[in-house]
């Protein structure tokens, strides 16, 4: 005769159903946020793979619209956009100009899915010819307060194009404060920011510099993105940001930093986002290719992750996948 006295936590995982019923963490269609690149071209069908990211392309605006047609139908709700203009120069001019490509695709967007909430990555790095998020001094460095005055003119000139919301993702110093004072002077005190504020200067970034063409010409981004050693400065960096003015806190990228986004619940009240990022997508694409990995379990697997680590927000290249997922 066994004695009961031990745990039998195999009986709420008899069946689907209670499995379900006492389920603490799950992925909802309105927490994913699905990341677009929309290149400046004459070609309106333009529509080219971006190789190391399976099933990811940079898109004209014609096909942007396309593309996006068919994601909010199966309840895509939020996108992010990155540009890639066709021309870059020292000063990222196409990062602030108000017929720039972001900003295109920004009227173009809210103009016909006007319930959609429109994200535009501020950053300068896809628009300087140097491919660095900043004003490059004669020494090779980056310069933190001449970059955040331009910073808040790309964020600017986003949300007069209908952007619903900023994501600067620089890593400079006191950028937020700049964004947000500009867009106050300016009369948009309802836009909301959402501070890249915990950014490492990671190895997963890889296939992104492929996709927006961001890849620097020399040096690295280890003078502003984060060591990926550290997890005191993180609550540091976001401490910082929410006193600047963001309205909710990003860690960037998402596996290898759970541990941060749990100390950023813990530690504040704001929303939390996290970047899935490219190189944590083509890992899972690689292997699914393979046949080494099953693609749908995996990602879902990684979805639930993020959300049970603390985040509410999942920025992720598989959002319009996980939509089907979950429709089925
Ligand atoms: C721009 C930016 C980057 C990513 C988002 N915004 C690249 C970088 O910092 O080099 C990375 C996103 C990804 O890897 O999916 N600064």
Redo the contacts with the bound molecule.
């Keep these: 005769m066994l004695d009961t006295e031990f745990y039998r936590g195999r009986r709420l995982r008899m069946t689907p159903g209670i499995r379900a019923l006492v389920r603490e963490n799950e992925i909802r269609p309105a927490d994913l946020v699905m990341p677009y690149f929309v290149a400046e071209t004459d070609d309106k069908s333009f529509r080219k793979p971006i190789g190391s990211m399976p099933d990811q392309y940079q898109l004209s605006l014609a096909e942007l619209e396309k593309q996006v047609a068919a994601a909010v139908k199966n309840g895509l709700t939020s996108v992010l956009l990155f540009g890639i203009p066709k021309e870059k120069d020292e000063l990222a001019s196409q990062a602030y100009a108000d017929e720039g490509i972001v900003q295109e695709a920004v009227r173009r967007l809210k103009d016909r899915f006007p319930e959609l909430v429109v994200i535009t990555?501020v950053?300068l790095?896809e628009y300087t010819s140097h491919g660095h998020?900043g004003m490059v001094s004669k020494g090779g460095e980056i310069q933190n307060d001449p970059t955040i005055e331009l910073l808040a003119k790309a964020a600017l000139s986003h949300v007069r194009a209908g952007a619903d919301m900023v994501a600067p993702?620089?890593m400079m110093d006191g950028r937020i404060l700049a964004i947000r004072d500009t867009l106050d002077e300016n009369g948009f005190l309802s836009t909301p920011i959402m501070s890249y504020a915990v950014k490492y200067a990671s190895a997963?970034?890889g296939p992104?510099?492929e996709a927006a063409d961001?890849t620097p010409k020399f040096g690295d981004?280890r003078s502003h993105?984060m060591d990926p050693a550290n997890s005191r400065e993180a609550l540091r960096e976001a401490a910082a940001d929410l006193d600047e003015g963001a309205d909710i806190l990003m860690v960037k990228p998402g596996l290898p930093y759970l541990d941060v986004i749990r100390q950023l619940r813990d530690t504040f009240e704001t929303p939390i986002a996290t970047?899935n990022?490219?190189?944590e997508y083509s890992m899972v694409k690689a292997a699914a290719q393979n046949g080494w990995i099953d693609e749908q379990r995996t990602v879902m697997e990684m979805m639930t992750g993020f959300k049970r680590a603390g985040a509410d927000i999942v920025i992720t290249y598989f959002a319009e996948d996980v939509l089907g997922w979950l429709n089925k």
Excluded: I
């Design positions: 990555d950053c790095c998020c993702s620089d997963f970034y992104f510099r961001s981004r993105q970047y990022v490219s190189g």
